[in-house]
């Protein structure tokens, strides 16, 4: 478990009750997985890489200071589970809102949160029906291209607040389509995890 904590999610040092509180997490999405489909089954076998660690880098972008990290379809909890887990111990004034419109997923988010003992807090809604949320971050992964991303994240964005978005093959052309109807600045730091993909860190987000 510790190799795959520090080898994996580029965290060294990481404390023994942090390092339990991970085993947790990938123990329930294993549990709860059958009976669900939080993740896909065939990526089970090496969910430390796949899905905890590629979460986990997310957490390492956070600007300093940030209260609020929005998470946007968290479904089996990734990113967000795995950024409370992290924010836990190492940044506990951030709060974690996981958002996402399946009622049996947000069964589960609520379970894990009460479970893990995280500063977070479970939403049920599609995203477009939300009030604003002034995040000073919001994430997503696997849920949308960027132009849709951007329109969804757009209104919960707080002044100076930026986006972390996961993203594969076809960045560059999602970025074009993006520009069209978004102004942003973009940072694009390849992933730990994936060797085709990217962390697209988008800030001053605003409609063309």
């Excluded at 090496?46 to 972008?61: G, M, P, T």
């Excluded at 609020?68 to 589970?81: A, E, I, R, V």
């Excluded at 947000?106 to 029906?129: H, Y």
Aim: aromatic share 4%; glycine share 10%; net charge neutral.
């Amino acid at each position: 478990m510790i190799k795959a904590c520090d080898d994996l999610c580029g965290s060294a040092g990481l404390s023994p009750a942090l390092q339990d509180r991970l085993q947790q997490l990938v123990d329930l999405v294993c549990k709860w997985n059958g009976a669900i489909n939080l993740v896909a089954a065939a990526s089970l076998p090496d969910i430390w890489r796949r899905h905890v660690a590629d979460s986990a880098q997310l957490f390492d972008l956070r600007p300093a200071g940030a209260r609020l990290w929005m998470d946007l379809g968290s479904g089996g909890g990734f990113p967000g589970l795995v950024v409370g887990v992290l924010a836990a111990e190492l940044a506990p004034d951030l709060q974690v809102e996981l958002v996402d419109s399946d009622q049996r997923k947000c069964v589960f988010l609520q379970m894990a949160v009460q479970q893990l003992g995280l500063k977070a807090r479970v939403t049920r809604s599609r995203i477009e029906a939300l009030t604003p949320r002034g995040a000073d971050i919001v994430s997503a992964r696997a849920l949308a291209r960027l132009d849709q991303l951007c329109a969804l994240a757009l209104p919960h964005l707080a002044p100076g607040g930026i986006c972390l978005f996961l993203k594969g093959a076809g960045i560059d052309a999602e970025v074009m389509a993006a520009r069209r109807a978004y102004s942003f600045s973009l940072g694009l730091n390849p992933s730990r995890t994936d060797p085709g993909g990217v962390v697209a860190k988008l800030a001053d987000l605003s409609h063309v």
